[in-house]
């Protein structure tokens, strides 16, 4: 897969993990980890990706002692994942049109 296309897609995946309710690290990989491969490092890259782009807010909570870091899906995260439901629409157009030659053969 394109690297930009799998980049965009994993974006949105996070997204969809705390988009309805706040989340952790390790509870987002294991929420995405059925649908596809995310390490804990590139994780860890695409959430401060995500905040930096506004889509998602941290808050600290003390837990067994610890610090755990939850994140909290924005205005702009939400769009973000409407707007990714849009381009699949049309990814989807351009893939039946693809694949509409090996249907008619």
């Keep these: ?14 997204l969809a993990a705390i988009k309805n309710e706040d989340s ?3 509870k987002i990989i294991k929420d995405v980890s059925p649908f596809l491969e ?9 959430l401060k990706r995500l905040e930096e782009a506004k889509m ?3 808050r600290s909570v003390e837990h067994n002692g610890r610090l755990r870091k939850y994140y909290h899906i924005t205005n702009n995260g939400l769009a973000r994942i409407e707007e990714f439901k849009e ?16 249907i008619d053969d």
């Design 56 to 58: 998602l807010v941290t």
């Design 87 to 102: 381009e699949f629409k049309e990814m989807m157009t351009v893939y039946k049109f693809i694949c509409k030659e090996d």
């Design 38 to 46: 995310l390490s804990e490092s590139t994780l860890y890259t695409i």
């Design 24 to 26: 952790y690290g390790y």
């Design 1 to 14: 897969m394109d690297a930009q296309l799998k980049r965009g897609i994993l974006d949105v995946c996070v």
